[in-house]
């Protein structure tokens, strides 16, 4: 592993574990050349997956990618990072079992939308603004709408109108 500090190639592991959700192996390594101590990851990948834009372009999924997405949505949200953890890493797995290596773009932000919608409400609607390309409120508006028809308690707040 290189050394994120130097660049040096002999970094050495200090200490393994499996991480708190036991889906990966978090690694302290140290580097002799500098001293610099980082800690890394290391996680199982069923398959090589391939994400098609609605472009019909393909590139290489990006856990990362993803993981980053999710974070803007959840911005000062409060909201437990082992969850986020454990909503990407089930996106993830559902990606790897669809049974082919290629996911639509599409497929991947209803799944993000989906396990937003479980975790956060503000989330939600933050992500699917952008996902859904949101170009004025009345599409604040009727997405809404429908998480109030879905939960009641939302309704009074999804109706109400600042004036």
Not at 10 to 23: A, E, G, N
Not at 60 to 68: A, E, G, I, N
Not at 107 to 132: C, H, N, P, Q
């Amino acid at each position: 592993m290189r050394c994120p500090y130097c660049g040096g190639l002999d970094t050495q592991v200090k200490d393994s574990r499996p991480s708190d959700d036991h889906s990966a192996i978090r690694r302290r390594r140290v580097c002799p050349d500098c001293g610099g101590r980082f800690t890394t990851f290391e996680r199982v990948q069923l398959r090589e997956l391939v994400v098609v834009k609605r472009s019909g372009r393909r590139i290489p999924f990006d856990r990362d990618k993803l993981q980053r997405s999710v974070d803007v949505a959840l911005r000062k949200r409060p909201v437990d990072p082992e969850r986020v953890e454990r909503m990407v890493n089930g996106i993830v797995r559902q990606m790897e079992s669809l049974g082919d290596g290629e996911v639509p773009s599409a497929t991947i932000g209803e799944l993000v939308m989906e396990g937003l919608k479980s975790l956060d409400d503000v989330a939600y609607v933050r992500f699917a603004s952008v996902y859904k390309n949101f170009r004025e409120a009345k599409d604040f508006e009727n997405l809404l709408g429908e998480l109030s028809s879905e939960d009641p308690e939302l309704a009074p707040v999804a109706g109400k109108r600042s004036e």
